[in-house]
C-alpha cells in the first residue's frame, strides 16, 4: 500500500481545477513565446505546477498548499506516477532558473516546456471528463 502523501493541502472543486488549468495554460503561452530560456523555463514550470494543481483537484478533490513542491510531487504520484516524475525533473530545473546567475541552456528550456506541455495537456484531458 502507498502511504498517503503528506504535506499541506487544501481542498479543490473541478472549478477550482478550471481556475488552476486556466492559469497553467496562461503560464505555458507565455513559455512558448519567451525568447529568455531561465523566463522560458520558469513559465514551463510555473505551468506544471499548476496543471498538476487542476489533476489533483480533479481526481482527489484536493491539491497541494505545500511551500515545498516535493509535497505536490507526491500527491500528484497517488494519481499518475508518470506525470510526478516529470513535474520532479522540472521543479529540479526551478533553482537554476529562477534564483541563479547561471543561465539554463536554450535545450533545455525547449525540454521543460515539452514536459510541462504534457502536464497540462493531461489536465485538458481530465477536465473533458470531469
Known amino acids: ?8 493541502r487544501q ?11 486556466h492559469d497553467a495554460e496562461a503560464f505555458l503561452d507565455t513559455a512558448e513565446v ?4 531561465d523566463v522560458k523555463t520558469t513559465n514551463a514550470i510555473h505551468a506544471a505546477i ?6 489533483c483537484c480533479f481526481a ?10 516535493a509535497a505536490a510531487i507526491d500527491l500528484l504520484r ?9 513535474l520532479a ?9 529562477a534564483y541563479e546567475t547561471r543561465d539554463v541552456s536554450t535545450k533545455d528550456a525547449a525540454i521543460c516546456v ?16 470531469a
Open 89 to 97: 525533473r522540472l521543479l529540479s530545473r526551478k533553482q537554476q532558473a
Open 114 to 129: 515539452r514536459q510541462a506541455t504534457s502536464i497540462v495537456e493531461a489536465a485538458r484531458r481530465r477536465a473533458l471528463t
Open 11 to 21: 481542498p479543490g472543486t473541478p472549478a477550482d481545477a478550471r481556475a488552476r488549468l
Open 50 to 55: 499548476a496543471a498538476a494543481d487542476a489533476i
Open 34 to 37: 519567451a525568447k529568455d530560456a
Open 60 to 69: 482527489l478533490r484536493e491539491r497541494s498548499a505545500d511551500a515545498n513542491h
Open 78 to 86: 497517488t494519481v499518475d506516477p508518470q506525470l510526478a516524475a516529470t
Open 1 to 8: 500500500m502507498t502511504p498517503r502523501p503528506t504535506g499541506r
